[in-house]
């Protein structure tokens, strides 16, 4: 957080006119869309590539049939009519798409095309590749495609869960509550059944999940504190990324807190709001958010590094080289390097009652048309792909965590990952809402006032609530 200005209480609407590469590509699209409807042969759309299906590899093999019985079937009018096949256009960032490396391209292929078997290959599923973030990344696209071309709008789209809420407040989204089963739904975690509603409607499912948790070197960690006291008494360096990311080509817009300081703040007993699990501004909650902070920073315990981290990833190099005995970790990343470590051990992060549940990022699926045939269409695909036996394979391949206990369990029996369902189990989704972004703001200014500036914690928590008044 050096050097960084707290953000600000309120964002200026935002410029959606078409811009940049954004609206070169919609033109394109909007282009090659009215040349075929005028006769004229469009040259090839950008998508990922798929081996042909059964149907479609013997529909190119040559006919067999004698001369004149070809002629005459040639000549006889057919009188069986010829169903359509409907095809469904899903945007989707590259790492999940036929086109994302081995094993992760194939095997989403062949699920794909599976799924087009299982509906008699009267549906057929098109993926097109979106940049993930920044402009034209997905939400960006979308937003920019409506007004001005939404004839190239896709069918279903893959978001980060972060860019629901402001997809939804563009109305760019179609409810799901009618179009996917129940029970499928109850089957999800509790964190990714909450993810997705907006004002009582599903508006998109979690597919995939990402967490993070303590990982600590067993040389110097004997048992690791589930509480902050234990975290201070037994003054053990712990290193977690204290600096608020910003919207970015890599990443998500951020307007909340980082997930570390929000999964501590939920762990002081603050009161959380049940529809968007928002945290309040409460007075005691974060004077124990501030005092830890404080007292952490005095003994050491919190490197100053901290405060230039913005995610977890970055905490991970300091802690394989050594350099900290405590560290919060992706544990997207602890599960693809965890058999190359030697001495390393995780655990839930501490809180400051006890250990504080992990706040889950991730990809969400969901549809854009309008039409009801293509929303059956594209909710079928969206069941076949939560399917955990699908879910589960791809989630390894990839290494991503999936949002069942089901799909989980398909994967590669590990003492790990009986871990993560139980960090699953209880982690939160992000909170939305506005009243949440003024929140976090003026905790953020408070840490900053604490660390930076040497502001009594009981000083700042107070100027936080006045400021909310």
Sequence with gaps: MANRSAPELSSPPRDRRPRGPALLALLTALSIALSACAGETPGPAVTATRPATAAAAAATQPATAAPDAAAATARAPSSAPTEAVLTLTWWTPEFYSPEAPQPVGPLLAEQLAAFEASENERVRVTPVLKARYGEGGLLDFLRTAQPVAPAVLPDLVTLDIAELEPAVEAGLLQPLDMLLDGDAIASLYPFARDTGVFAGRRMGVQHLANIAHVAYLASQVEAP????????????????????????????????????????????????????????????????????????????????????????????????????????????????????????????????????????????????????????????????????????????????????????????????????????????????????????????????????????????AQQALSAAH
């Design 225 to 460: 504190p589930a509480t902050w006291a234990i975290l201070l008494e037994e003054n053990l360096p712990y290193l977690f990324p204290l600096n608020n990311p910003q919207a970015s080509a890599t990443s998500s817009h951020a307007e909340g807190l980082p997930r570390a300081v929000l999964s501590q703040y939920y762990s002081t007993g603050v009161s959380i709001d049940p529809v968007t699990r928002a945290p309040a501004l409460e007075l005691e909650p974060l004077i124990r958010l501030l005092e830890f902070y404080s007292a952490a920073a005095k003994s050491g315990v919190l490197p100053p590094g901290a405060q230039e981290l913005v995610e977890p990833d970055a905490v991970w190099g300091v802690y394989v080289q050594g350099k900290v005995p405590l560290a919060y970790v992706s544990a997207r990343r602890y599960l693809a390097e965890r058999e190359a470590l030697r001495g390393s051990g995780y655990a839930a992060a501490p809180g400051w009652a006890g250990p504080a549940a992990p706040i889950a990022e991730g990809w969400a699926l969901a549809i854009v048309t309008t039409d009801p045939e293509r929303q059956r269409a594209a909710a079928s695909l969206i069941a076949w792909l939560m399917q955990p036996e699908n879910s589960g394979a791809w989630a390894q391949a990839a290494g991503w965590l999936p949002t069942s206990p089901a799909a989980l369990a398909a994967m590669r029996s590990a003492s790990y990952l009986q871990f993560l369902d139980s960090q699953l189990r209880v982690a939160v989704s992000p909170p939305i809402g506005p009243d949440y972004v003024q929140a976090a703001a003026r905790i953020q200014r408070a840490i900053v006032s604490v660390l930076q500036e040497g502001v009594a914690p009981a000083e700042a």
